[in-house]
Structure formats: C-alpha cells, structure tokens
C-alpha cells in the first residue's frame, strides 16, 4: 500500500514530553521482563570468554527509553532479593522510572540473560531462567490498590510475550490487560519472540492470538509477521492486523528501518543511513520507545492518526534505534 506519506517528507513531530510537576499522569507503564543481560565482551588476556553486565528485558527497556525522552514512565515486574535485582531497581530508579509496581521477592532468582555478539552486532541468546523472578509476579501483586492505580492513570500500558510463557506470570498480565481495558488505557504490545522459552511455537502463536484483541499499538519485527498474522510479509500483515481492529501497526526492517500502517494506510519509513552498529540488542525496544514518545507527544487520539503521523511516529523510533545500536546493552 502506498500513500502520500511515501511521496513527501512528513512534518515533524517533538519527542520530548514536557511532564507538568506533580502531576500523577503516567505516559508509558511497561510490564514483564527486568534482567540482567550479560553481553559478550571479548575475551581475557588468557582467552576465557568476558561477559559485560547490562540491564536489560525487552518492557524494561521501553519504559527507560520513554523516560530518557521526557516521558513519564514506569515499571510492573519482579525481581529477586539478590545482587542483580537490587542494581536493576536501582538502575530503573537512577534513570527515572516510577518503580511502584516493581516486587523485589527475596523467594526468586533474579533472570540473567546471556547475550553473544557477531561481528556485526547480531546477537543470540541463552537465558537463565528456570523459574526466574521475571515469571511469578502475581495477578494479586498487579491487583493491589497502587499497582491497579498506576495502570489506570497510564496513557499506555505496554507488554510482551515472555510474561505469558509461565504461571503465575501470565494470569498477572492479563489481569493487567483488564485493568487498562476498564480505565480507558492503551494497550501496546511486541511479541518479542524468544523461541527458547516456549514449549512449542503454537503455543506462542497463542499466546499472541490472546493478546492482539487487547492491542491498540502493535509493534512486530519481520520474522514475527508469520507467527502473528499467519503471513510473513510486512504489508500484508500490518494490514491484517489493521483489518482485525488494531488501530496502529508497525514491522520492524533491521538496516531497512520500518513498515506503518493504520486505518489510512501504510508506508515504508527509512532507517537512519550509515548508523554505526556495535550491538543491536534492544533496537526494536529502543524504536518502539520513540514511536511512543512521538506518539504521546503529538497529543492525538488513536482514532485520529494517519499515516503522516505514523510516518512521524517511526521517524522517532528509528532515530532512537539508531542512538541505541551504537552502544553495548540494550537500554
């Protein structure tokens, strides 16, 4: 599908959010995943592999992107009572991300992630995880009157799938779908497929059926198309998507950039040429947190969004994207 979008430059659009003080107003609230994510850093002078501590998980990483952009954020999840959970916490306080619906469970492990690197940045990767904390935050945890309160005071809730790969995480996080469903919240959502953590692919095919009907924002990768929509193709399912109710989609392109599509249309938004690429862990959060930053920033509701302003929105999530992929770590 092609638009006017495609044929010139879209107007630009501010991604700084301006916060008025004291005000309760919360512009992105993330839930799930806070880990830490060791990150390939070469290797000793006696050749023993190196691995970098970062923070990272995928909603994590959008919450502290929104923030890092002026808008006001926070954070749903759970981590343990341990060293990397205490400097996680501190690490979301420290970078301005409301931590009220953060537990921190003296019962779990906090969830490490190994991260290895190609040469040109591409990275795969090994979780510790069996159960890990990220998994048994409870619907009860995200029932209580504060955390309940944060969620309805938001202007989006965003999620992910890795909250939905085990119990009691998973009936949390619809609970916190219903929560935003009730106060009028929109709901974002990447699938953030992580093969490994699923039992089989049907079952995350599933568990983002289950989702997608909650879903106002939509952000896929190309290689989540097929498991989303049924198709692999970019247009075909950000228009699908569109046709089943979702206001407002958006595929990531890698080194290509990113495909928008709303009820106006779609387009093809470039990304940033020549961008330096030293890790490209957390691209796709860092894109997203600027496409939600722009969005909340042009003021507009959902249903008044066009493709202009879509274009506008994936401008920002690339420009950020690109700040992000020049620098070890996904935040």
């Known amino acids: 599908m092609e638009s006017k979008a495609d044929m010139r430059r879209a107007p630009e659009v501010p991604v700084r959010v301006e916060m008025r003080p004291g005000t309760e107003a919360v512009g992105v609230t993330a839930l799930g995943e806070l880990l830490v994510d060791f990150t390939d850093a070469g290797e000793s002078a006696d050749g023993r592999r190196l691995f970098e501590r970062n923070p990272g998980g995928a909603p994590a990483n959008v919450a502290v992107g929104a923030a890092r952009l002026g808008v006001s954020a926070a954070f749903i999840g759970k981590v343990g009572d341990d060293v990397n959970g205490r400097y996680l916490r501190d690490v979301l306080v420290r970078e301005g991300v409301d931590c009220t619906g953060l537990v921190v469970d003296p019962a779990c492990a906090t969830t490490l992630t190994f991260v290895e690197l190609s040469l040109d940045g591409e990275r795969s990767f090994s979780f510790a995880r069996k159960p890990g904390a ?198």
């Open 134 to 331: 990220d998994t048994q935050l409870t619907a009860a945890e995200v029932a209580s009157p504060a955390v309940a309160g944060l969620i309805a005071r938001s202007r989006v809730l965003h999620v992910g799938t890795l909250s939905l790969t085990g119990e009691p995480a998973r009936t949390a996080t619809y609970a916190a779908l219903a929560c935003a469903r009730d106060a009028g919240c929109f709901v974002s959502f990447d699938p953030n497929y992580r093969v490994d953590l699923w039992e089989s692919e049907q079952a995350a095919r599933e568990a983002v059926a289950s989702v997608l009907p909650c879903a106002q924002l939509v952000k896929l990768s190309d290689a989540e198309c097929a498991l989303a929509c049924g198709v692999s193709d970019p247009e075909r399912a950000a228009a699908a998507l569109v046709a089943s109710g979702v206001p407002l989609v958006a595929v990531t392109l890698g080194a290509r950039g990113a495909y928008v599509c709303c009820a106006e249309g779609g387009c093809f938004v470039d990304a940033v040429p020549d961008a330096d690429v030293v890790d490209t862990t957390g691209a796709g959060d860092a894109f997203w947190a600027g496409f939600l930053a722009a969005f909340i920033a042009s003021g507009r509701e959902l249903a008044d969004v066009g493709i202009e302003d879509a274009h506008c929105f994936a401008r920002a999530g690339n420009e950020n994207a690109a700040r992000c992929i020049a620098h070890r770590g996904g935040m």
